[in-house]
């Protein structure tokens, strides 16, 4: 893995070349619009869209996420840190642009030093990661920052973590290998979820873990289906991804972890009792 000046570094450039876009964060829209509806089914479960409610994502990059689920619950404060300045000043300009400015603050913070990051509240309702601790660049370092993250959190609040796994990566791989297709690699600039480390952490802090497989469908499809149809070739935009992702996402509202545990993504939803 790149160590942490150069991870820093590959952010900076993203949030300099895409700005206020999509690219900025991720490549795959889709996964994105997955992303959004987990969190966005999971806070109504737990009875935040009739409340008012102070929530903090960790790592917020541009200002995706906080805009996608200000948009669902109109009574929801969202503060967002980012370390990559560049990243904050795109998530304020996108703020004004999608008329979410008196609703959302933008930080610049890092998730291993939370108490310099001037102006959050002492606790919130849920602090929520995407994809934000894959980018530490140690298990122990992750391990630091999930503290700090909880300790953020209120009694029978709940801290809610989208980050890939090693374990659902390698079964994704297993079905690639199955149609003779070479196994992938994470992105330099990541480290992937131990969980033999991680889930036995949230357990010493006293959280209530339940894991859902949100994304599995969708990554079955756009790394292992359409690249066994099409010459070995990841498609973001083959229309079987975007069918795929319209029936994950309608599943999901009916049935939790229906297509198995197979994206490289999973949601870790920890509630502090």
Known sequence: MMDREQVKAHWRDWASKFGTALGATTRTGTAKMLEIDALARRMSAIGLGD??????????????NCFGLAAKFPRMQLDGIDYTAEMIDAAHKAAVANGFQDRSRFLVGNALELS?????????????????????????????????????????????????????????????????????????????????????????????????DFIS???????????????????????????????????????????GAFGQGRMFVCRKP
Request: hydrophobic share 45%.
């Open 116 to 212: 310099a990051a001037s102006g959050l509240l002492a606790q919130y309702d849920v602090v929520f990661t995407v994809r934000c601790l894959i980018n530490i660049e140690s298990v122990g370092l992750q391990m630091r920052a999930i503290t700090d993250l909880a300790a953020r959190v209120r009694e029978g609040g709940h801290l809610i973590m989208i980050e890939n796994s090693m374990a659902t990566y390698d079964r994704q791989n297993r079905c690639r290998t199955l149609l003779d297709l070479p196994a992938r690699t994470p992105a330099a600039f990541n480290l992937f979820f131990d969980e033999t480390r991680i889930l036995p952490h949230l357990k010493t802090l006293g959280l209530e873990v339940e894991i859902e």
């Open 217 to 259: 469908l969708h990554d079955l499809m756009l790394y292992v289906l359409v690249p066994a149809i099409n010459g070995g070739t990841v498609d973001y935009d083959h229309p079987l991804v975007h069918a795929a992702t319209l029936l994950n996402i309608a599943v999901s509202a009916e049935t939790s972890n229906a297509f």
């Open 51 to 64: 409340t008012p409610a102070h929530v903090l994502e960790v790592g917020c990059g541009n200002g995706l």
